[in-house]
Structures are given as structure tokens and as C-alpha cells.
């Protein structure tokens, strides 16, 4: 079975900092990938997916992630975060399988708080 | 800009009573997505609807969870009898076909759950 692990559950920075939040999954197959953000009070969105092509993905807001096949990771990215960028971040996973209907596999979310 | 309905978006019921949570995906969408998000978790899917077919609730705890899409369209996910264990979030989401295709999914808000 597929897993999905995001590296931190928590993350405090300033604005202006950059952000890095790690997500490595495991499947040997093909794979698609996500990430989701929740802000405050709103809906699930998505920020970026890679399907195939270039590994480097660039997202709204400013956010990219590069998917790393030989590492299992797809690691997001911000260069300099702003307070509207507090939220929690999923990583989520879709491998295929005969038997998996391409269902979307998340990881545990990381709350990502940013200071004035 | 079209969003997937949810309602109702809080319910507290005493354990061991039933409960239904309503869900109106995007206009056109043929897949249809419930899933529990538990407190400090990222959602895992229940069942998966393609039009007016389940196509995997094998997360779905069957003696108590029951789901229906039946005209394709809307859909009712409901719990019988409610344990504390069922406390958490409930998100139904929607995609023109599943997520391992080019379509993204299509989150609502959501309905928090609290057994008592």
C-alpha cells in the first residue's frame, strides 16, 4: 500500500523567509503529485500537481516543488513567504494500480505559521 | 466560480444515534469523493462514486457508514449508529474523472462532526 510522510507537522518562520516542506512517498509505480493547501476558515485548494514532464512544478502564489524520482520525494517550495502563506500543507499522492482507481493518498499535513 | 456543497457544515449528535451529511458536487462532475479527516490527520478516503457506481469504499466501514449517489448527482453519506470515534471532518470532493487524470479535485467545506 501506498504511504505518504510530510517530515514536519509544524513550522514557524518570519516573512520574507523561505520554505521548504518535505513530502516522501512510497510506490514504485507510477505516480502523480500534490499539494494542497487549507487556509484559515477556507476550503482545500490546490497549489501545484506534477503528472509528467518537467520535474520542476511551479504552482499559484508563488510556490514550486521538484519531484525527485530516485529520492520517492516531492518537496514544496516558496523563496520568501508572506503571512497570507499561514496554513496547513498537504502532500498527497495518486499511484496507479489496477486496483487503486487513482485514489488520492494524503499525508499528515504541516500547519505552517508565518510572523510578521 | 462553481464549488461543491456541503451541508450541513456543523452537527453534534449523541452517540449511537444516526446522522446524514449531504454533498452537491460541481455541475458535470462524474467522480465524487467522501473523506474523514480526523483532527492532526490529512483526509483518507471512504468511497469514491464514478457517476451513480461506487468504485472503491474499501475504507468505508460498512456496518455503520453507508453511502448513495443514486441519480449521479448528489450525494448522502450517513453514519448508524454514531460512535465518539466518528468525530472529525467530513469532506466531499469532486472531479470531472478521478484523480489520476489531468482534472484536479474539487474540495467543499467540509461538515465537523462531534459525538457525545
Known amino acids: 500500500a501506498q504511504s505518504v510522510s510530510q517530515h514536519n507537522h509544524h513550522v514557524i518562520l518570519s516573512e520574507a523567509a523561505s520554505l521548504e516542506l518535505g513530502c516522501n512517498y512510497s510506490?514504485?509505480?507510477?505516480?502523480?503529485l500534490f499539494w494542497y493547501v487549507q487556509y484559515p476558515g477556507q476550503h482545500l485548494q490546490l497549489l501545484l500537481k506534477?503528472?509528467?514532464?518537467?520535474?520542476l512544478v511551479k504552482g499559484i502564489k508563488g510556490f514550486e516543488a521538484e519531484f525527485i524520482k530516485s529520492k520517492f520525494s516531492f518537496n514544496l517550495r516558496k523563496p520568501s513567504v508572506q503571512w497570507s502563506d499561514t496554513a496547513e500543507y498537504f502532500c498527497?499522492?495518486?499511484?496507479?494500480?489496477?486496483?487503486?482507481?487513482?485514489?488520492?493518498?494524503f499525508g499528515a499535513g504541516t500547519q505552517v505559521v508565518v510572523t510578521p | 466560480e462553481a464549488e461543491v456543497a456541503q451541508s450541513p457544515r456543523y452537527k453534534i449528535t449523541e452517540k449511537s444515534q444516526a446522522v446524514a451529511f449531504w454533498c452537491d458536487p460541481i455541475?458535470?462532475?462524474?467522480?465524487l469523493y467522501w473523506y474523514r479527516q480526523i483532527l492532526g490527520q490529512g483526509p483518507e478516503l471512504l468511497v469514491q462514486?464514478?457517476?451513480?457506481?461506487?468504485?472503491?469504499d474499501s475504507q468505508l466501514p460498512k456496518d455503520r457508514f453507508s453511502a448513495e449517489r443514486l441519480k449521479g448527482v448528489d450525494s448522502t453519506l450517513k453514519i448508524q449508529p454514531a460512535e465518539l470515534g466518528d468525530s472529525a471532518m467530513y469532506l466531499c470532493?469532486?472531479?470531472?474523472?478521478?484523480?489520476?487524470?489531468?482534472?484536479?479535485?474539487?474540495f467543499g467545506p467540509g461538515t465537523r462532526l462531534t459525538v457525545t
Open positions: 470532493a469532486s472531479s470531472l474523472l478521478w484523480a489520476g487524470s489531468s482534472y484536479e479535485q474539487y
Open positions: 510506490y514504485g509505480g507510477t505516480v502523480n
Open positions: 506534477y503528472f509528467s514532464g518537467d520535474p
Open positions: 498527497a499522492v495518486n499511484g496507479w494500480a489496477t486496483d487503486s482507481w487513482g485514489k488520492l493518498q
Open positions: 455541475s458535470g462532475h462524474a467522480t
Open positions: 462514486f464514478q457517476d451513480e457506481s461506487v468504485v472503491d
